[in-house]
């Protein structure tokens, strides 16, 4: 029997789960993102969102290249 999760739940798992994976095993944002979106089942609106988030968080900390 598979438990029902609020929406929110799965965004900051995902989050983690994004996190996590490009800094041990990098590879592009777009791919790791497109995972998330699967694994976690979240709408476009959401996977937007994240990118939006860790493109900012590249932006701020100087990273020019946040794609590979």
Sequence with gaps: ???VMPQTELLRKALKWVSSTIEEKGG??????EQASMRFNLSPKD????????E??????GKA???A
């Design 47 to 54: 996977s937007l969102f994240l990118k939006k988030i860790f």
């Design 56 to 61: 900012e968080n590249a932006v701020s900390q």
């Design 28 to 33: 592009s944002l777009e791919t790791v993102i």
């Design 65 to 67: 290249d946040v794609s």
């Design 1 to 3: 029997m598979s438990t």
